[in-house]
């Protein structure tokens, strides 16, 4: 079974660009995560996504935003980026958004990189 | 609002020392709690979990008890490998929040 996978690899841009990341859940699960690790500091939560909506969004500005599509695949958006969001974006996946139980299992992540 | 407190890094140890990485939370309600790992290089992946208090998670000969008393889900292992040398995570799911990180625990194990 195929795990979680993200798209592209690596991304570099620059300042004031947007950017568009990628991830595919496993198979059969519909809840998908974002999270910012940005180095030192740990997993920031970013967005959350059931079903196609946005259940809970981080502390994080409306320029990170993002969807989920029909087949719970999803994109995170940045809009115009700044030097602090270079970052490691790791996505993961859930069988349902709903029980406190459930893992997430991540994909590889995203390396951002704004110049 | 609820949070997790992990212990700083890096911890450095030597092959077949015992560990101990202290994780403490904050939270509403009752939730669950989880240790990830990441290996060098890799994505995060799920190390073990418990779901209620008093339960014990174990795996890979890694252990942490929920003490709701305490509030705190301790990770410890009797003898640490070279390839337990990895950054580990102390993660809680709760109900509104969902999955709050703490910041993640760097080991480093010596041969």
């Known amino acids: 079974e195929a795990g979680v996978t993200q798209s592209p690899t690596h991304l570099i841009k620059t300042r004031g660009q947007q950017a568009t990341l990628r991830c595919s859940p496993i198979?059969?699960?519909?809840?998908v995560y974002w999270y910012q690790q940005a180095l030192g500091l740990g997993l920031q939560f970013l967005l959350w996504?059931?079903?196609?909506?946005?259940?809970n969004r981080g502390n994080f500005p409306p320029r990170f935003s993002g969807r989920q599509f029909p087949n719970y695949s999803s994109e995170l958006n940045v809009n115009a980026l700044e030097l602090e969001d270079s970052a490691l974006y790791l996505c993961?996946?859930?069988?349902?958004?709903?029980?406190?139980?459930?893992?997430?299992?991540f994909g590889p992540g995203t390396r951002l990189t704004v110049l | 609002g609820n949070s997790v407190t992990q212990m700083e890094g890096p911890v450095t140890l030597s092959e077949e020392a015992f560990l101990t990485i202290n994780c403490t939370y904050t939270?509403?309600?009752?939730?669950?709690l989880f240790w990830y790992v990441q290996y060098p290089g890799e994505g995060l992946q799920l190390l073990l979990k418990?779901?209620?208090?008093?339960d014990k998670g174990s795996n890979k000969g890694f252990e942490a008890t929920y003490r709701k008393e305490t509030t705190s889900f301790h990770l410890e292992k009797g003898s640490v490998q070279v390839s337990d040398s990895a950054v580990y995570f102390c993660?809680?799911?709760?109900?509104?929040?969902?999955?709050?990180f703490g910041t993640g625990t760097r080991l480093k194990v010596l041969a």
């Open positions: 993961a996946s859930s069988e349902s958004g709903l029980a406190l139980t459930d893992t997430q299992y």
């Open positions: 198979s059969g699960h519909t809840s």
């Open positions: 996504y059931d079903e196609g909506e946005e259940r």
């Open positions: 939270a509403t309600g009752y939730p669950s």
């Open positions: 418990a779901t209620k208090a008093d």
């Open positions: 993660a809680l799911a709760s109900g509104t929040y969902k999955y709050i």
